[in-house]
């Protein structure tokens, strides 16, 4: 089984819309919890981390589940420059494992 | 602040060629990463170092892979001899400590391997 496991998508949604998508981690000894951001034939930038409580940062909500060991993140009001991979990370013993990604394509 | 450096940018060799990756740190970080990410999935950690010393280089093929961080700055990667799996990007990154509890890692823009 993957360290951390991502519905591949893509989610293909018009502007304005919501989209939310799941990731699920195996180790439920997993310290820490992020979402990074991957533009096409970019690096990976951190979009946010992940709190216990769940946290926002502008349209941005990220929600963890440590009992059923996933994690969530919605986007709302899409905007096109939204379009990329969203990558689930999860840190163990110190080392971050990426899931393949979700793509999101946002269209006018 | 200048981000992570990597060169080259993009790289073709034939099978069983040897090739080497160059990567340059932001200034001041101690911990730096190698990571392979194949077309299609996440980056996969390659070797990661605490200033000149590994930390973690278990999932490194090291039949083929070799990587150093002389003088615990700059690092280079090599490979010998290349194999077709090795076609993917090769991202170096590096945070400022050792990954912790909200350790932020930044990624150089990657090296394109492409093994024909």
């Known amino acids: 089984r993957k360290e951390v496991e991502q519905d591949p998508g893509p989610f293909n949604v018009p502007e304005g819309a919501t989209v939310a998508f799941n990731c699920t981690y195996s180790n439920s000894a997993s310290q820490s919890f992020f979402w990074y951001r991957q533009d096409c034939r970019k690096e990976p930038k951190l979009l946010m981390s992940v709190y216990s409580s769940g946290n926002e940062d502008g349209r941005f909500t990220a929600q963890l589940n440590r009992a059923s060991q996933y994690i969530s993140l919605l986007i709302r009001d899409s905007k096109l420059s939204d379009s990329a991979t969203y990558l689930c990370v999860v840190l163990n013993d110190y080392k971050l494992s990426f899931g393949a990604g979700t793509t999101v394509t946002v269209r006018a | 602040e200048a981000g992570v450096a990597q060169s080259p940018r993009y790289k073709i060799i034939e099978k069983r060629q040897s090739v080497a990756f160059w990567c340059n740190p932001i200034s001041g970080h101690a911990t730096l990463y190698w990571y392979q990410q194949i077309l299609g999935q996440g980056p996969k950690l390659l070797i990661q170092?605490?200033?000149?010393?590994?930390?973690?280089d278990s999932q490194l093929p090291k039949d083929r892979f070799s990587a150093e961080r002389l003088k615990g700055v700059d690092s280079t990667l090599k490979i010998q001899p290349a194999k077709l799996e090795d076609s993917a990007v090769y991202l170096c990154?590096?945070?400022?400590?050792?990954?912790?509890?909200?350790?932020?890692?930044?990624f150089g823009p990657g090296t394109r391997l492409l093994v024909l």
């Open positions: 170092f605490q200033n000149n010393g590994v930390v973690d």
């Open positions: 990154a590096s945070s400022a400590r050792s990954p912790g509890y909200q350790e932020t890692q930044y």
